[in-house]
């Protein structure tokens, strides 16, 4: 393969705690195959100012037995499979040779360094035991279970994981593997490549939460691609803050929850063209660990947001610490919760299966639902849309004197509006787009503080549980301040709601 064309990889990466490893050793999918055993030390080049790995890629020097091979990869693609240009070429020495890498991306990113420049920057010592798995006629797959370290810094973490590569044949086969096997050990996804753990395990450095990417697809594409393309999107987002929600960072967990619900609007969006036994299937599986993630985030928010908020306005301090020591307690078991469920075997099958799915629909689209997913999207879109906009103003018909349940079932409405435009917002002028996010963004604000005055006082009730009726006054005060934040948001909403309502797509999709 020559260097301005490499391959581009598309693999799977999974935990396997010890125990785990043996499992997969007896499995018969990898049982009857046979196994290479070898080891790998493998060096990993950056800049000073890691310019490679700011730009997600990496650059390395892997050495097995006497062969040496330099490998070179692009920025991973979303999606929960690693898809990524690579760029291999066998070389002589433990440096790099950055002449190999002319005409490709990472060549571009070094052509005004010097070789010297590049310092290593961690190194991994893996025993690897390699199968190549026959799926059927058209499809392999490499399985390599990985044992050893990553070192960095005078700093070492052990390496547990199974690697799965997909190396002919479609990406469908490669996750019903994936489940396959981790229905049979404790797998859990690892996000992260070796390279990012092994810069975070030198440089200290915790992982940070990410906020969602902008959808982007060409307009001719079909219904199916553009579906798969927006799900694949949002699967990334959710494993690209799996590490800080694990670590219980508030805002990870945030955006965990918020990529739970841009799915869930996704499958709202296309509902009327996908499969419905299916599509139903995942919603309420993603509904579940949205309660999960959602409980974690409104102690987040209430012990790091509303006592603040409430104790700036002068209520009695006292009080306020007897209450957040007591949701501190909370908090953690809510947390604990977040860690068990992103470690358990729900979230993984989840994540692989809807992967799997869109991959096969993608090649099939009647796997995903029916024959209108062959129309282009643009074709589509309008009446995608116009679904949910009606829904909405059904929903704010009656704005004035609406009941807090209806005010809470209108939040929910504008929320997946908003993403549903900001899905398809390729399709559209991006003012005209943005003529309807943005007064849904004011909407789901004072909205959601109206929907906090109902959640903070049954939450601050909760701290009294137990025997603690000592702190029943803060809990009044705590009512009250959410009750005022309340009168004073809903004021605000009939002004962003006319806008909304004025808004030309809105309008144009609704006829």
Known sequence: MSADRGPVETEIKLRAPPGAIEALERHPVLAGAAA???REVTTYFDTPKRDLARRHCSLRIRQGGERRVQTAKSARGAGVAVRRGEWEQPVETDTPDLSKLAGTPIGSMLRSRAVDELRPVLVTDIHR????????????????????????????????????????????ALYRLAIELASAAPLTLEPATKAERGLRLGTGERPTPAKAPTVSFARDITAAEAFSEIVRSILGHMLANVAAARISDPEGVHQLRVAIRRLRATLVLFRSVLRQETSWRFNEELRRMGQVFGRARDWDVFVGETLSAVEVQGTERGWLDL??????????????????????PAFTALLLGLAGWIEDGTEDPTLLGDASLRRPIAELAPALLGRMAQKTFRRGKRLKGASREELHALRKSIKKLRYAFEFLAPLYPADKVEAVVEPCEKLQKFLGHLNDAAVTPGLAEQLTEGGHADLAPAVGVLAAWAEARGRKALRRVPKHWRRLGKAELMNGVCT
């Open 36 to 38: 290479e055993e070898r």
């Open 129 to 172: 035991t390699a199968r190549l798995l026959r799926i059927d006629a058209g499809t392999a797959v490499e399985a390599a279970l990985d044992r050893g370290t990553i070192s960095a810094a005078g700093r070492s973490e052990p390496v547990s994981e199974l690697e799965l590569e997909l190396k002919q044949g479609n990406p469908g």
């Open 323 to 344: 209450l957040r020591r007591r949701a501190e307690q909370w908090r953690a078991a809510a947390q604990a919760d977040v860690r068990r469920e992103l470690d358990g």
